[in-house]
Nanobody
């Protein structure tokens, strides 16, 4: 059974950092592109970052550029989102997603999704 499991969320003060992890199991995700999305209360799901299977291509939401970094683990079945200089507006449930093709910002085209991890940034 395919499964994506996020971890690393929590409560942090503005200006702080968190590192989210997404572990994939049940399939060889080393050849899959992966992405991070987030959804704040009352808002639509929003693209945050994406990475190709090789790690050579990445994309970011403009508002997180320079603060967030997406990367893959050595085994490539894990993807990370390093979040620095966090702001209250970054508060949301963060989801990871995977697909065999690079989908970038297109949430509807990802085949697999995790259950999400809550990130709360206090001011």
């Amino acid at each position: 059974q395919v499964q994506l499991v996020e971890s690393g969320g929590g409560l942090v003060q503005a200006g702080g950092s968190l590192r989210l992890s997404c572990a994939a199991s049940g399939r060889t995700f080393s050849s899959y592109a992966m992405g991070w999305f987030r959804q704040a209360p009352g808002k639509e799901r929003e693209f945050v970052a994406a990475i190709s299977w090789s790690g050579s291509t990445t994309d970011y939401l403009d508002s997180v550029k320079g603060r967030f970094t997406i990367s893959r683990g050595n085994a490539k079945n894990t993807v990370y989102l390093q979040m620095n200089s966090l702001k209250p507006e970054d508060t949301a449930v963060y989801y990871c997603a995977a697909d065999r093709l690079y989908r970038g910002i297109n949430a509807n085209e990802y085949d697999y999704w995790g259950q999400g991890t809550q990130v709360t940034v206090s001011s």
